[in-house]
């Protein structure tokens, strides 16, 4: 039964694609109203769904050529047109955060504010900084949790490139996170960086999903299948794994199974891959179905060169689905990720993140190994699931919602 409260979550993501986010609808739709702004409607059902790309109104514009601008100013308008190319400008001015951070949140997004101090609610839930800002002007009386996910300014390389982004992401937090009653985010490692720079005590809250009733498969026992999962995006390294295919003899294969967020991207990871039989690509698997689906590998890659404090702290939603899918785990030394494989025995972690160094980590593998580590998944799954976290988030909420009205 419902207790009668109404939270609304904010999330600037495609809540199908997002499994986070999704998993926190699906928890807390059965206990309260849900009211949810996102760019997709989630798969669970709420009380009230906005879309925010039809609020804000304006497109996502990665084509910078003049024939391009021409047809975003006759399909947008000149007003929106002029608030588009002003905030184009401002990610690119490093020296402009407080002028930036008002026209992303006040005009921009300025009907969204609107629309969320009308929408009667008792807590307010932000997810990732693009949320924050917005939820926190429009927050009123009402109770505000931020899910920070990770760590916002880590996520930009430490280039003059990046400068701009992450001035915006540190103004935008520590302008805002005093607003917050609670923060969430993913790892140990994010939480003492936002203890650190913020002055915010974190709730851990892992990317874990469900807990899946699945044992460790057996394999064959002259074949060792490898498999990677997630987005086909330039800045993963994946040609570091079908380069790696070339240290390894026969008896290895590796699947794909991606989204192709970058199509050219993954077009030259097909052209790669071409000439080695034993590289596979499938069709992306629904977030919900991943681990039954990967249950038939043996061992789960990741070799993400940590160009970023992000990455070096990642705890993706892919490790979890690995365990949940009873494989062994090969990863590059990511440290968070490689305190978790070593700390529970799930796998190996390679000196570097050398394809060839990786191939040779994994060329010391036998079949008893493997297995091994499945056990270790298989005994780790529970804790390593989305369970313990369901507990937490409904602690969290409903301490946030004690004594409103």
Same mark, same amino acid.
């Given at each position: 039964?419902?207790?009668?409260?109404?939270? /609304?979550?904010?999330?600037?993501?495609?809540?199908?694609?997002?499994?986070?986010?999704?998993?926190?609808?699906?928890?807390?739709?059965?206990?309260?109203?849900? @009211?949810?702004?996102?760019?997709?409607?989630?798969?669970? =059902?709420?009380?009230?769904?906005?879309?925010?790309?039809?609020?804000?109104?304006?497109?996502?514009?990665?084509?910078?050529?003049?024939?391009?601008?021409?047809? /975003?100013?006759?399909?947008?308008?000149? $007003?929106?047109?002029?608030?588009?190319?002003?905030?184009?400008?401002?990610?690119? @001015?490093?020296?402009?955060?407080?002028?930036?951070?008002?026209?992303?949140?006040?005009?921009?997004?300025?009907? @969204? *504010?609107? #629309?969320?101090?009308?929408?009667?609610?008792?807590?307010?839930?932000?997810?990732?900084?693009?949320?924050?800002? @917005?939820?926190?002007?429009?927050?009123?009386?009402?109770?505000?949790?931020?899910?920070?996910?990770?760590?916002?300014?880590?996520?930009?390389?430490?280039? =003059?490139?990046?400068?701009?982004?992450?001035?915006?992401?540190?103004?935008?937090?520590?302008?805002?996170?005093?607003?917050?009653?609670?923060?969430?985010?993913?790892?140990?490692?994010?939480?003492?960086?936002?203890?650190?720079?913020?002055?915010?005590?974190?709730?851990?809250?892992?990317?874990?999903?469900?807990?899946?009733?699945?044992?460790?498969? #057996?394999?064959?026992?002259?074949?060792?299948?490898?498999?990677?999962?997630?987005?086909?995006?330039?800045?993963?390294?994946?040609? =570091?794994?079908?380069?790696?295919?070339?240290?390894?003899?026969?008896?290895?294969?590796?699947?794909?199974?991606?989204?192709?967020?970058?199509?050219?991207?993954?077009?030259?990871?097909?052209?790669?891959? #071409?000439?080695?039989?034993?590289?596979?690509?499938?069709?992306?698997?629904?977030?919900?179905?991943?681990?039954?689906?990967?249950?038939?590998?043996? *061992?789960?890659?990741?070799?993400?060169?940590?160009?970023?404090?992000?990455?070096?702290?990642?705890?993706?939603?892919? !490790? !979890?689905?690995?365990?949940?899918?009873?494989?062994?785990?090969?990863?590059?030394?990511?440290?968070?990720?490689?305190?978790?494989?070593? $700390?529970?025995?799930?796998?190996?972690?390679?000196?570097? !993140?050398?394809?060839?160094?990786?191939?040779?980590?994994?060329?010391?593998?036998?079949?008893?190994?493997?297995?091994?580590?499945?056990?270790?998944?298989?005994?780790?799954?529970?804790?390593?699931?989305?369970?313990?976290?369901?507990?937490?988030?409904? #602690?969290?909420?409903?301490?946030?919602?004690?004594?409103?009205?």
């Amino acid at each position: 039964m419902k207790s009668g409260k109404t939270v /609304l979550v904010y999330s600037q993501s495609d809540l199908v694609r997002d499994p986070r986010v999704h998993r926190q609808i699906e928890l807390l739709s059965g206990e309260y109203n849900l @009211v949810v702004f996102g760019n997709t409607p989630p798969k669970a =059902k709420v009380a009230k769904f906005y879309d925010l790309v039809s609020l804000i109104g304006l497109p996502e514009n990665r084509d910078r050529s003049k024939k391009a601008a021409i047809a /975003l100013f006759r399909r947008i308008g000149l $007003k929106k047109f002029i608030i588009m190319s002003i905030r184009q400008f401002l990610k690119s @001015v490093p020296i402009a955060p407080a002028l930036q951070a008002y026209w992303d949140c006040r005009v921009v997004r300025g009907n @969204v *504010i609107r #629309r969320i101090r009308k929408t009667p609610c008792d807590l307010i839930i932000a997810n990732d900084y693009s949320g924050l800002a @917005v939820c926190a002007a429009a927050k009123g009386k009402r109770k505000l949790l931020y899910d920070a996910h990770e760590y916002t300014p880590g996520q930009f390389p430490r280039t =003059k490139a990046h400068l701009a982004q992450r001035t915006h992401a540190r103004y935008v937090i520590r302008k805002n996170i005093g607003h917050c009653d609670m923060v969430m985010t993913i790892g140990d490692g994010i939480a003492r960086l936002y203890e650190r720079m913020f002055g915010a005590h974190c709730e851990v809250v892992t990317n874990a999903p469900a807990y899946r009733d699945l044992s460790p498969s #057996r394999g064959g026992e002259d074949k060792i299948r490898l498999v990677h999962h997630g987005v086909a995006a330039k800045n993963r390294d994946l040609e =570091k794994l079908i380069d790696m295919m070339g240290f390894l003899d026969e008896k290895f294969s590796l699947d794909f199974y991606l989204v192709p967020f970058d199509e050219v991207y993954y077009s030259i990871l097909r052209s790669r891959a #071409r000439d080695n039989p034993r590289i596979s690509f499938h069709e992306p698997v629904d977030m919900l179905h991943l681990p039954e689906e990967l249950h038939q590998y043996d *061992i789960g890659c990741y070799l993400f060169n940590p160009n970023c404090i992000n990455i070096a702290y990642a705890l993706p939603n892919k !490790f !979890f689905e690995f365990v949940q899918a009873r494989l062994a785990i090969a990863i590059g030394p990511v440290p968070e990720m490689g305190c978790y494989v070593k $700390k529970y025995g799930l796998g190996v972690v390679s000196e570097d !993140f050398e394809p060839k160094t990786m191939a040779r980590v994994l060329s010391r593998l036998d079949r008893d190994a493997i297995m091994e580590f499945k056990r270790a998944s298989d005994a780790r799954a529970w804790e390593l699931s989305s369970e313990p976290n369901a507990r937490i988030i409904k #602690r969290i909420v409903a301490e946030l919602l004690e004594g409103t009205t």
